[in-house]
């Protein structure tokens, strides 16, 4: 008979399926899980510490004895029990993922103690201490419970740029229906450049954005564990009870996904606007000569261009263009005004320009040149190239041609021959460390 766990994996697996054939739907891509079907503790997923006298007062020993699977769940088991040598007379465990993740969703079912003194969490800190000294690196406490208090957890976010000097965020968050302890709930982190969002079953609880703190980068680790007594919640009374369980379900990381990322098409317009956005004043035309006004389409390259005309901003552009990260691409356009609708004269501009955007869908540069003006010569083609280098964070890129006309003055210009790709090699010599590098204008006279 199918395990029940495998089941509800596959459900879920399905769903993200689904996401994916939604057109411009982004999504969450599973990297690293343990969902605890097997017979023991995953020693390649998890390091469980065997280790005492830990910081704030606490008063536990972790030992590898109290955490456990059970039934398709891990059980930290916290209780009164005396470690030989050790001073305090309290057991329980603590595990901390090996996979580690810079950003991401971080999620996780469990069932959460609650007596005075208990101290369950689902935290993030990085591994590296060395790099990171506590705080320098940060740490995103996605759940922490006082025992003493059956109704709220708490979430909260650690930074700082001195050792042991943190400045802190923290809040409270009070169920809605049953104290949190009665029931297995979903514990969630979404952590990016720009925000950290808490929730709970789905709801956003809290969130830290970069405006109100340096949001952490480095690669973190996922730590669940159950101390005992403390700076919390202070230590056991006569009213805590023992053993005390933290029951967890699964384990999830994700990174977020773009979907409907695609390579630049269709700059000869040869299939009409397929793939063009529009703004302002656009149209698609055939190459024709003998019509006045001239409807032109650059020699080479089909029968079609795109005219873009006066009295409006008006921009042509593609947006969700996959690009690769530390990579060197190419824009390249070519645009020409005539004699019978020119913008000589005019003080209007026909530009071209790359927008570069990270997976969350930030700005993360952006270039521009101008390809022709009120001053270039009519009746010929001009011809730009932009050379841009990505960031190692980007994700997507949006490019397109503007036509603008700061004193609305009107007039006309043909745009045709859009390209955007990786430079042949031997363009890339030109490069040297620049990022940016506007080739030579080239003129060509159409006969």
Do not use: C
Request: proline letters at 6%; charged letters at 15%; zero cysteines.
């Amino acid at each position: 008979m199918p395990n029940l766990k495998t089941i509800k994996r596959t459900l879920s697996t399905l769903a993200a399926i689904s996401l994916l054939t939604t057109a411009h739907a982004d999504y969450w891509t599973l990297t690293q899980s343990d969902e605890f079907n097997g017979s023991a503790i995953d020693s390649s997923f998890w390091n469980v510490r065997d280790q005492g006298y830990w910081h704030n007062n606490e008063l536990q020993y972790y030992s590898p004895s109290q955490a456990y699977i059970d039934n398709g769940h891990l059980q930290i088991k916290a209780e009164n029990k005396t470690v030989p040598g050790y001073a305090h007379p309290y057991i329980s465990a603590r595990l901390e993922s090996k996979p580690t993740q810079a950003y991401g969703k971080f999620e996780v079912r469990a069932k959460i103690p609650t007596t005075k003194g208990i101290w369950p969490a689902i935290w993030l800190v990085p591994t590296d201490t060395w790099t990171y000294p506590w705080p320098t690196g940060g740490e995103i406490d996605i759940m922490e419970h006082r025992g003493s208090t059956p109704w709220k957890i708490t979430s909260a976010y650690h930074h700082g740029n001195v050792p042991n000097q943190p400045t802190s965020f923290a809040t409270e968050y009070t169920s809605p229906t049953t104290p949190w302890p009665d029931a297995f709930h979903t514990y969630t982190a979404e952590w990016s450049p720009h925000a950290i969002r808490y929730y709970v079953d789905g709801i956003n609880h809290y969130t830290i954005t970069n405006q109100q703190a340096n949001i952490a980068s480095a690669p973190m680790s996922l730590i669940l564990n159950v101390a005992i007594g403390g700076d919390f919640d202070g230590n056991p009374d006569h009213t805590t009870q023992f053993p005390q369980y933290m029951t967890v379900d699964y384990v999830r990381f994700y990174e977020w996904t773009k979907s409907g990322l695609h390579t630049f098409n269709n700059g000869n317009f040869e299939s009409g606007i397929n793939d063009w956005t529009i703004t302002g004043n656009a149209y698609h035309h055939q190459h024709d000569l003998s019509t006045t006004p001239k409807q032109t389409a650059y020699e080479g390259t089909g029968h079609h261009a795109m005219k873009l005309f006066g009295f409006a901003d008006t921009e042509i552009s593609q947006n969700l263009i996959t690009v690769m990260p530390n990579t060197t691409y190419t824009l390249s356009a070519s645009a020409r005004t005539n004699y019978d609708d020119s913008i000589a004269g005019t003080d209007n501009i026909v530009g071209m320009y790359v927008n570069l955007f990270d997976r969350f869908d930030q700005l993360i540069k952006s270039e521009w040149v101008n390809v022709l003006d009120g001053n270039s010569t009519q009746e010929v083609w001009f011809t730009e190239q932009l050379l841009i280098s990505t960031p190692a964070n980007a994700s997507y890129a949006q490019v397109g041609v503007k036509f603008l006309n700061p004193s609305w003055q009107g007039g006309a210009v043909w745009v045709d021959n859009i390209a955007f790709h990786t430079p042949e090699p031997s363009s890339l010599i030109l490069l040297s460390s620049a990022s940016l590098l506007i080739l030579r204008r080239k003129r060509l006279t159409i006969h």
